[in-house]
């Protein structure tokens, strides 16, 4: 892309990320080029036939609509795969036995990156894992903190964030950014010495080490980037964490970069050393939370789209609204639809997905949606429901759409965007002003907190 080209798009960009979700944003976009201007029509390179389709669909006029800001002569776009890339690259390898696999083998393989594999072995010849890297991890308000870090560590490891520590549940991404951060400094320079391993790992290797009286030093501290996961197994080994402190001071001590996980942050693992906990929060210290609704909706567009297969919006919204504990149990739900799909041959289609994720739902979940809370609450609250969604606003109306915005994001998941819609196309802010609100009086306002629990039981009754 010539750089004109590439400034026209760069600027089209810009009014797409105001406009769209961080989450499509990325999913969607992030790889599109401005190929050619040619008269009234702009001719767009995406990655695959899939995301043509997909973009084509949902963000074509969003789209025109940012180019036409830049150059008022564009009329049309045109959307195109590069021709070059298809014919050059290597077609893929077909594994039938990896469509066959067994679901909870699929899931455990994805679990645990380094299964069949000890790091310590692998020292000195890192392996990159090609299935965890950032441009295949999808942002949200949830982890945009922590992936900026972790792009910033890859790029300057030992400069900047040193050492990183992150936190969250268990399924959230913590593993996916450890990766993703070993293959992008690898990449950058093969020659770093990168050792990626987990506390078990380190504890297991120093014990093994006294067993056998090794010298334990030389495993770790000659690396330039050490990442480990899962440190709240640490606690309350003391010989573990006096070793680990004097291996965490060696390498930080010449800048080599150190980047630990867990799941919960420093000031809350027991039985941790004060002088680990200090250290530990000496750089950053960020955190990864479940994925809101929107994020886990673009998180299965993606998985689909990365295997060729086509999700339609309601199936993705369905499983994105039933399944918001991590990531894996979400990933592992769409695995399990598509295996389904492949078995009997039929559709992916949303009784399809009802059928299979049965075992998350209740059937009384399944009706659920804006208009069941809109229509709960306005007869809770004895007004009508042209009243609830429209602009009155006295307080008798407000307090009880303010309500509805509450349950509908708790409840269902859903966007300020799509709640907005829900309720005749408000402006998203006012949803987000109207659910903070809730939240806080809820937590102060025993009356306000006994009408949300009466009004979810109106949901399932």
Not at 92 to 115: F, G, H, Q, V
Not at 316 to 329: G, K, M, S, Y
């Amino acid at each position: 892309m010539d750089n004109k080209l590439q400034t026209v798009w760069g600027s089209v960009l810009g009014e797409l990320e105001i406009v769209l979700s961080q989450a499509n944003f990325q999913t969607w976009l992030k790889g599109t080029e401005l190929a050619k201007l040619d008269g009234n029509k702009a001719i767009i390179f995406v990655p695959n036939i899939f995301t043509r389709q997909w973009i084509q669909d949902k963000y074509h006029q969003e789209i025109l609509n940012a180019i036409r800001k830049v150059d008022t002569n564009i009329s049309n776009v045109e959307y195109t795969t590069k021709k070059t890339s298809v014919e050059t690259a290597p077609k893929p390898k077909t594994d039938d036995n990896s469509i066959r696999m067994p679901i909870n083998k699929a899931r455990e393989k994805y679990s645990n990156p380094n299964s069949g594999q000890s790091s310590i072995e692998s020292y000195g010849e890192f392996r990159p894992n090609e299935k965890y890297k950032f441009n295949n991890f999808i942002t949200g308000s949830s982890n945009k903190l922590a992936f900026s870090a972790a792009q910033l560590v890859s790029e300057k490891p030992g400069e900047m964030y040193n050492p990183l520590f992150l936190y969250g549940p268990a399924g959230v991404g913590k593993t996916h950014l450890l990766w993703a951060i070993s293959n992008e400094i690898h990449a950058r320079d093969p020659k770093m010495k990168i050792l990626y391993s987990t506390s078990e790992e380190f504890i297991n290797t120093f014990l093994s080490a006294i067993r056998k009286g090794e010298k334990f030093t030389n495993k770790y501290r000659v690396a330039d980037v050490l990442l480990i996961d899962d440190m709240q197994f640490i606690a309350g080994k003391e010989r573990t964490q006096e070793e680990f402190f004097h291996t965490f001071n060696a390498l930080h001590q010449y800048n080599k970069q150190i980047v630990l996980c867990s799941d919960r942050p420093p000031k809350e693992i027991p039985t941790l050393e004060e002088r680990l906990r200090s250290r530990f929060e000496w750089g950053m210290v960020a955190d990864i939370q479940p994925p809101d609704f929107e994020t886990r909706v673009a998180i299965l567009m993606n998985k689909a789209n990365s295997h060729s297969i086509e999700l339609n919006m309601d199936v993705a919204e369905f499983v994105a609204t039933h399944i918001d504990n991590n990531i894996r149990e979400l990933e592992g739900a769409l695995t399990k639809i598509i295996a389904q799909s492949r078995l009997h041959g039929e559709p992916i289609d949303l009784s399809l997905a009802q059928e299979v994720l049965g075992m998350y739902i209740q059937k009384s979940q399944v009706k659920v949606n804006a208009k069941t809370v809109l229509e709960k609450t306005a007869a809770y609250y004895e007004i009508s429901y042209n009243d609830i969604t429209g602009t009155k606003r006295s307080r008798d109306i407000v307090v009880p759409r303010q309500v509805a915005m509450f349950i509908m994001r708790e409840e269902l998941s859903l966007s300020f965007p799509r709640i907005a819609k829900s309720l005749g196309g408000k402006d998203h802010t006012t949803i987000m002003h109207g659910v903070k609100k809730i939240k806080t009086q809820s937590a102060n306002d025993s009356v306000m907190s006994q009408d949300i629990q009466s009004i979810k039981k109106l949901l399932v009754g």
